[in-house]
T-cell receptor, first 114, second 113 residues
Framework: EAQVTQNPRYLITVTGKKLTVTCSQN?????MSWYRQDPGLGLRQIYY???????DKGDVPEGYKVSRKEKRNFPLILESPSPNQTSLYFC?????????????FGEGSWLTVV | QKEVEQNSGPLSVPEGAIASLNCTYS??????FFWYRQYSGKSPELIMF????GDKEDGRFTAQLNKASQYVSLLIRDSQPSDSATYLC?????????????FGSGTRLQVQP
């Protein structure tokens, strides 16, 4: 089954404690991306990757890091989380950069930073 | 100015009515437009996409695009309570733009039984 898997799905953490949200896709997609979703602001892109070892900033990259060492994995790293990073996070993948009709979203990760 | 704008709603319609959801975009380079439906706490799911001016129909859904006016809409005929959700409009840039999709903030639709 084609899917994008995120973990953890739910996490409450404390300010400053490093955390990683993993994302894995089994469709051999080149393009992967992270979004955060906040009330009234819609989905905003954090980082994206066009292929292995190729990553770039989206609209709201501050406070986040990513890596793309393997095609299937695209973890999101919060080195020192702060309360303003409390949000719903989605990982997404696509065969090509411009393929909205084939963007696959993960189920989302609810992150609370206290 | 937001690149993709939507009225946040809620838009309330009675069951069986036509729901009309609207979206405007600022970048004339936008080439493809998408409507996603998102239930509370769930991931977005694609309803329709449209590339060309005019209407595109798929079942109860019709997407309308007017590039001259930079306007895209989604009509839902015979609205059902199960259509109650937030509808996200998204646009993509042609070529190798850095983003796959730019999303609007969404319109919440409520279909009253």
């Amino acid at each position: 089954e084609a899917q994008v898997t995120q973990n953890p799905r739910y996490l409450i953490t404390v300010t400053g404690k490093k955390l990683t949200v993993t994302c894995s896709q089994n469709m051999n997609h080149e393009y992967m991306s992270w979004y955060r979703q906040d009330p009234g602001l819609g989905l905003r892109q954090i980082y994206y990757s066009m292929n292995v070892e190729v990553t770039d900033k989206g609209d709201v990259p501050e406070g986040y890091k990513v890596s793309r060492k393997e095609k299937r994995n695209f973890p999101l790293i919060l080195e020192s989380p702060s309360p303003n990073q409390t949000s719903l996070y989605f990982c997404a993948s696509s065969p090509r950069l411009i393929s909205g009709n084939t963007i696959y979203f993960g189920e989302g990760s609810w992150l609370t930073v206290v | 100015q937001k690149e993709v704008e939507q009225n946040s709603g809620p838009l309330s319609v009675p069951e069986g009515a036509i729901a009309s959801l609207n979206c405007t975009y600022s970048d004339r380079g936008s080439q493809s437009f998408f409507w996603y439906r998102q239930y509370s706490g769930k991931s977005p799911e694609l309803i329709m996409f449209i590339y060309s001016n005019g209407d595109k129909e798929d079942g109860r859904f019709t997407a309308q695009l007017n590039k001259a006016s930079q306007y895209v809409s989604l009509l839902i005929r015979d609205s059902q309570p199960s259509d109650s959700a937030t509808y996200l409009c998204a646009a993509s840039l042609r070529g190798t733009g850095r983003r796959a999709l730019t999303f609007g903030s969404g319109t919440r639709l409520q279909v009253q039984p």
